[in-house]
């Protein structure tokens, strides 16, 4: 395990203020192609469909980084399944949910299909709407989720808000919702991770997601502690090894105005929960918020934590 520094900052911020950038770091999950990636964790055939999925070597590396075996491994959007198999994979407890019958029948056959291949820990997946989260049906799992993975999602059907309605609003509200059904679940210790495909404006510019996914956090109360660039292309010495799709390429091709470089990457904003910020300031000798602003703190991702919020030895 790797300490990785956190800056703390205070909720609410005053008005105006846009959230500091937590530290940036670079996931190497580009080594192999995401067809190899797919085969290797024995996903059914379909499941590269999902064009939003979060690739196995991203979920297998946010699993490894932010959880313990038998940790609840949550993705409140979990399209075609690809977290879900990665937690099984990895001996974590796993639960997915989402309301579209296609991936619904891919995530369970890729849950059947590692657990034939030898995972015994408990993973399922529900056929419903994050919404479910914060009904009474959800109670059992109020402060027992280790980790929240989920991606940034495409809105489509119900959830485009109709076609007068702006793309990036549906993405915000979308968002935001799902983090505050899910901020009550996760334990003391706890991360929610949220894994973002790049998306371009009109003329081609890159969308700002970091600050877009660090206000959806705060709104639920949570206090970003990094931000990563989770690779999805291949080091090779000095070199990156592009494996954009063909949509992508395409994309690219017609775009107007100056040419525009293929994206290598997902964009990865990672939470914890406010008051497990608040603990370590205190621990540290710092006072919060103010202090611990100006003093940012050394923690250890993945540490067990006890009931009281103190890390276990």
Not at 72 to 84: I, N
Not at 250 to 272: D, M, N, S
Not at 292 to 311: E, H, L, M, S, W
């Amino acid at each position: 395990m790797t300490n990785h520094p956190t800056g703390p900052w205070p909720l609410p911020l005053p008005p105006g203020e846009e959230p500091p950038m937590p530290p940036l770091s670079v996931w190497p999950t580009g080594q192999r192609d995401p067809a190899a990636q797919l085969r290797e964790a024995g996903c059914v055939p379909g499941t590269e469909t999902d064009i939003d999925l979060i690739p196995p070597a991203i979920a297998a590396h946010a699993i490894a980084t932010y959880t313990h075996p038998g940790d609840l491994v949550l993705d409140p959007d979990c399209g075609a399944g690809t977290v879900l198999v990665e937690a099984l994979r990895a001996g974590r407890h796993t639960l997915g949910l989402t309301a579209r019958h296609r991936w619904w029948t891919l995530a369970r056959a890729n849950i059947t299909a590692t657990k034939a291949a030898g995972a015994w820990r408990d993973g399922s997946v529900l056929d419903a709407r994050p919404t479910l989260l914060a009904t009474i049906r959800a109670a059992g799992l109020v402060g027992r989720v280790g980790l929240v993975l989920t991606a940034l999602r495409t809105p489509t059907g119900d959830d485009a808000l109709g076609p007068d309605h702006d793309s990036s609003s549906a993405f915000d509200e979308q968002l935001s919702a799902t983090v505050r059904y899910c901020e009550p679940l996760l334990r003391s210790g706890g991360h929610l991770v949220v894994v973002a495909h790049p998306r371009r404006h009109p003329d081609g510019a890159l969308a700002d997601l970091a600050t877009r996914l660090i206000t959806a956090g705060a709104s639920a109360g949570l206090v970003p502690v990094e931000r990563c660039l989770a690779l999805t292309a291949a080091l090779r010495g000095r070199r990156l090894i592009t494996r954009a799709s063909f949509a992508e390429r395409r994309a690219a091709a017609r775009a107007k105005g100056a040419p525009i470089a293929l994206t290598a990457h997902r964009e990865v904003l990672v939470f914890e929960l406010a008051h497990d910020a608040e603990l370590a300031a205190a621990a540290a000798g710092t006072s919060w918020p103010d202090d611990a602003v100006a003093a940012p703190r050394q923690r250890t991702i993945g540490a067990a934590y006890r009931p009281d919020g103190r890390r276990a030895a």
